[in-house]
């Protein structure tokens, strides 16, 4: 079945960008839907950019809109977040989820990586 593994963080500076990797194993993404969540500090788990598998539809939410650009590699194995202008604020650990064929994101996503802290100092 699906496995999936998330890559990229660090420290960072504001202003600064990242490029978080989520790699999938045991299948690739064909036909799933995949979701990047965060989690803060003390926060609950927040679902930054949904990609719908029914029709290619990106979802950014307004925390990250703007900033943040969502991508697959051709082969389909791994999914990229790219998030610009980091801030303090952006600080949590980031999460990537897949589910087949799904057209929404949610904490009930069936496959989850452990995640990769981002710290984004002032």
């Known amino acids: 079945q699906l496995q999936v593994e998330e890559s990229g963080g660090g420290l960072v500076r504001a202003g600064d960008s990242l490029r978080l990797s989520c790699k999938a194993s045991g299948h690739n993404f064909d036909y799933y839907g995949i979701g990047w969540f965060r989690q803060a500090p003390g926060k609950d788990r927040e679902r930054i950019v949904c990609y719908s598998s029914h029709d290619g539809k990106i979802d950014y939410s307004d925390s990250v809109e703007g900033r943040a650009t969502f991508a697959k590699d051709s082969k389909k194995t791994t999914a990229y977040l790219e998030l610009n202008n980091l801030q303090p604020e952006d600080t949590a650990v980031y999460y990537c989820?897949?589910?087949?064929?799904?057209?929404?994101?949610?904490?009930?996503?069936?496959?989850w990586g452990k995640g990769t802290r981002v710290t984004v100092s002032a």
């Open positions: 989820a897949a589910d087949w064929f799904a057209d929404t994101c949610h904490s009930d996503m069936k496959f």
